[in-house]
Each structure stands twice: as structure tokens, then as C-alpha cells.
């Protein structure tokens, strides 16, 4: 059982380069999301997707697109890589918890992106 | 203002005392709340998850947690330097699983 996985584990970009950021569970969870995590600025949602089929914009989608290719797989795209971009990009699932309708989230290991 | 707040630190404890970590939010309709620990490096990993207030207690860590004052803690007991890390509030304001993560608390615990 290896939780949530991610591909690759660090990638340096030219600006206007693209790539795309791999995510894997393997725990049958409904929920997967994507968070870009930045000295003093927290993690912030980029894009999530509640079910299989569905997607939705988090807090800072500008710049990434999302494909929710099946239960297991949500994937990040940059299409166009910017230097504002740099940061760490952490991809997290979770499953219903009854009590109080909400979701514990589970974190991969991380992607470090540079874009120079 | 942001939606859930923590002092950045660094929290410097010595080793066998306890640890106090604060996190205040401003959505009053908040349900569910969570720790994290992050060590430099690595991702977040959850600790503790906390639904109701009063105190939930597991292992060395106890979660605390008051609606009315928008306000959780985590007490960290018999703090070794192994949990010497960055522990992150988040916080469910919404009506299913999207969480807002506070920026961090780092804790260090000195020998």
C-alpha cells in the first residue's frame, strides 16, 4: 500500500516549457487535490476534484489545467511554465469521514519544480 | 486577515517540556479541524483531527479545540527533538472536504 504517489520528484523548466505533474492513490478515495506550497505562504489549492468525472478551480488555478483520468490518477499541466511557478507541488487524497461530513487528507511526497 | 492564522516562530522548547501551538480562523462555520507535521523537506503528514470542543488526546499530542473563541491548539507533551518540525492548522469552512491551511508553526526542540 504506497498512499499517494507522485512523479517526478524534481524538474527544473524554461520558462514557456510545459509538463505534467503525475498523482496515484491507491487507498480507494474519492477525493484528490492539488496544493503548491511557497516559503511563509502555506499550502494554497490549486485545482480539486471531489469525484471521478469532476473537477474544480481552488485558490490559485491560473496557469494549470487538471485531468481526472480515473479513480486513481489526477494530473497537473502547465502548459506555459512561468518562474512564478516555482514552488512545491503536493497532491493529496481523502475519503468521506462520516462525523461532520468532512475528509482527513493524505499527502505524496511532492514535486520541487524550478522554472528559470 | 488571513482565514486561519498561526505564529510562524520558531517555537523553541527544551527537551521533556511541553509544547503549545495556537491557530485561530475566521470562518465561525468551521466543522473539522486538523495538525499536520511537516519536517524541512518532506510533505505534510496528518497527527490529529479534531470534530468537537473540548480536548482529544492521543499518545503525547492533545488537540483542543473551542468554537466559540475560533480558536485550536495543539499541546505536543514530552517533546523530543524528533518533533522538531512545522506543524500546519487547516481548517474545513466549507460544506465537504476543502481545507484552508494555516502558514505554520516551526517548533524546535532543543536538547
Known amino acids: 500500500n504506497a498512499g499517494v504517489t507522485q512523479t517526478p520528484k524534481f524538474q527544473v523548466l524554461k520558462t514557456g516549457q510545459s509538463m505534467t505533474l503525475q498523482c496515484a492513490q491507491d487507498?480507494?478515495?474519492?477525493?484528490m487535490y492539488w496544493y503548491r506550497q511557497d516559503p511563509g505562504m502555506g499550502l494554497r489549492l490549486i485545482y480539486y476534484?471531489?469525484?471521478?468525472?469532476?473537477?474544480d478551480k481552488g485558490e490559485v488555478p491560473n496557469g494549470y489545467n487538471v485531468s481526472r483520468l480515473n479513480k486513481r490518477e489526477f494530473s497537473l499541466r502547465l502548459e506555459s511554465a512561468a518562474p512564478s511557478q516555482t514552488s512545491v507541488y503536493f497532491c493529496?487524497?481523502?475519503?468521506?469521514?462520516?462525523?461532520?461530513?468532512?475528509?482527513?487528507?493524505?499527502f505524496g511526497p511532492g514535486t520541487r519544480l524550478t522554472v528559470t | 486577515q488571513k482565514e486561519v492564522e498561526q505564529n510562524s516562530g520558531p517555537l523553541s522548547v527544551p527537551e521533556g517540556a511541553i509544547a503549545s501551538l495556537n491557530c485561530t480562523y475566521s470562518?465561525?462555520?468551521?466543522?473539522?479541524f486538523f495538525w499536520y507535521r511537516q519536517y524541512s523537506g518532506k510533505s505534510p503528514e496528518l497527527i490529529m483531527s479534531i470534530y468537537s470542543n473540548g480536548d482529544k488526546e492521543d499518545g503525547r499530542f492533545t488537540a483542543q479545540l473551542n468554537k466559540a473563541s475560533q480558536y485550536v491548539s495543539l499541546l505536543i507533551r514530552d517533546s523530543q527533538p524528533s518533533d522538531s518540525a512545522t506543524y500546519l492548522c487547516?481548517?474545513?469552512?466549507?460544506?465537504?472536504?476543502?481545507?484552508?491551511f494555516g502558514a505554520g508553526t516551526q517548533v524546535v526542540v532543543t536538547p
Open positions: 487507498m480507494n478515495h474519492n477525493s
Open positions: 470562518d465561525r462555520g468551521s466543522q473539522s
Open positions: 493529496a487524497s481523502s475519503e468521506v469521514i462520516i462525523y461532520g461530513g468532512t475528509y482527513e487528507q493524505y
Open positions: 487547516a481548517v474545513n469552512p466549507y460544506s465537504w472536504g476543502k481545507l484552508q
Open positions: 476534484s471531489a469525484s471521478e468525472g469532476t473537477t
